[in-house]
């Protein structure tokens, strides 16, 4: 492993930093985040390694709404994330486990197998619908999904417990 590529572990926090200007995308606004990570960035083009124990965001500006109370942990290895992420956004509560390829095109090794249960995402809240006043979605969600290779999705998508409440009720 010692030729494998470059090693970096440790703790990076950031405190209000203006991730809109940085991007430059006026769509996300600050950030304040920390993470207990180890990094491999591996040689010759060979991807990156990581390893997140923690990941907390206690604060996170996007589309006009501050998203908080993330966190997450994991790996991410060959473009595929595995591990859990945690939401106590009293707009954006959910839990999800399991693994979420992030492969472009749904390229022949993209894979998703994971468990979503969504408690409260105010759309109305995080300005997704900004059509309605009141626009409130619950659902679990579960997937088992990989691509054969020829175009197609092979597997079992299943959705349930769907709840929708609009401005005229549920």
Do not use: C, H, M, W
């Not at 995308?25 to 923690?54: H, M, Q, V, Y």
């Not at 473009?79 to 509560?93: M, Y």
């Not at 619950?138 to 998508?157: E, Q, R």
Request: charged share 20%.
């Amino acid at each position: 492993e010692r030729n494998a590529g470059s090693r970096f572990n440790g703790t990076v926090a950031l405190e209000n930093v203006d991730a809109g200007a940085l991007l430059s995308n006026d769509k996300f606004g600050k950030a304040s985040a920390f993470a207990d990570f180890d990094a491999l960035f591996r040689r010759n083009g060979g991807g990156i390694e990581l390893t997140l124990d923690t990941l907390g965001i206690s604060g996170f500006g996007f589309n006009g709404y501050d998203f908080s109370g993330i966190a997450a942990k994991g790996t991410y290895v060959d473009n595929a994330f595995r591990g859990s992420i945690v939401s106590t956004d009293p707009n954006f509560n959910f839990s999800y486990n399991g693994l979420f390829s992030f492969v472009p095109d749904f390229a022949d090794e993209s894979q998703y197998d994971f468990i979503a249960e969504v408690g409260n995402i105010n759309l109305a809240a995080i300005n997704v619908d900004r059509s309605n006043p009141v626009s409130q979605l619950t659902l679990v969600a579960s997937a088992n999904v990989k691509n054969t290779g020829d175009g197609y999705v092979n597997g079992k998508i299943d959705i349930s417990n769907v709840v929708y409440k609009g401005p005229k009720g549920i």
